[in-house]
């Protein structure tokens, strides 16, 4: 049985008009993360479909030390708040801590737990303790079948406010594939299915001080996974993708964000027999 959860004024399911989460892929500065907020809300309003802004604080995981990392706990949380009242939009925050989830939950509707931090048991019970819904993306190193394993470390503490995020697995070296089965085989548990479509045309550290991408195969991917009946789509936009701080190779600019949502809806309206 598909189940359906409750996000701010939205119903998500596997069962019901595709979803879609977006935003840069780490907040810059104030100013222009206010202004992706404003212009990513209003190409998606036009879809008619849920839209949930998302937003980092803290890439903790980037691929040199020297690279930027966000503003933190306390000053990206408060711009998230700012996004939040201006947008009117329910809103998703990477957690990499357990001490982090309190705080994150202060503000945010969903807390997500990044890939390589899937299986942290004390992080997901932390964030599953605040009530908050849990975006969970699946490690690029994990099959897609373990990830009942965190769904049950979740429920342990009575939250059954789970999302599950494909974003691809390892391939070699540099690269990621995906596997397309690993949508049906979580769907299996019931809970919505997210596919990330711009984290799954990375290339791991193929810029050598950073990781690479092909954003043009985002949108290919994404109406691969939308074919499926899944819950929605996950993607990072940027208004010049080539100058942002993070994941500018795979971020969408606004114009191909456009294209691909407009799509993905009609993949979705049909796939769904929705008119």
Not at 135 to 141: E, Y
Not at 161 to 184: H, K, N, P, Q
Not at 196 to 225: E, F
Not at 245 to 259: E, T
Request: proline content about 5%.
């Amino acid at each position: 049985m598909q189940k359906t959860i409750k996000i701010g004024n939205y119903l998500i399911s596997n069962n019901r008009p595709l979803s879609f989460i977006a935003g840069p892929c780490v907040i810059e500065n104030e100013k222009a993360y206010l202004d992706t907020a404003k212009k990513l809300k209003q190409i998606l309003i036009k879809t008619k479909h849920p839209f949930i802004l998302k937003a980092s604080f803290d890439k903790a995981n980037r691929t040199s030390v020297t690279a930027y990392r966000g503003p933190g706990l306390a000053k990206g949380l408060a711009i998230l708040e700012k996004a939040k009242k201006l947008t009117g939009l329910p809103v998703l925050v990477d957690v990499h801590e357990p001490w982090q989830a309190q705080d994150a939950a202060q503000v945010a509707d969903i807390l997500q737990i990044p890939a390589f931090l899937c299986r942290q048991t004390d992080l997901l019970l932390a964030c599953a303790d605040t009530g908050k819904v849990i975006n969970v993306k699946k490690g690029q190193f994990l099959a897609p079948g373990a990830m009942e394993q965190v769904i049950k470390k979740i429920e342990s503490r009575g939250n059954r406010r789970i999302l599950l995020t494909e974003r691809g697995a390892s391939f070699g070296y540099g690269d990621l594939v995906v596997d397309m089965r690993s949508l049906e085989i979580m769907k299996q548990f019931g809970y919505p299915v997210i596919f990330d479509a711009t984290h799954s045309v990375q290339q791991p550290g193929a810029l050598g001080t950073s990781t690479g991408g092909n954003r043009q195969m985002a949108p290919v991917l994404a109406k691969a996974a939308v074919a499926l009946g899944i819950a929605g789509v996950f993607f990072e936009a940027h208004p010049t993708p080539e100058k942002a701080l993070s994941d500018g190779p795979n971020s969408l600019d606004y114009k191909l964000a456009a294209q691909m949502a407009g799509r993905l809806c009609q993949i979705d309206a049909v796939v769904k027999h929705f008119k």
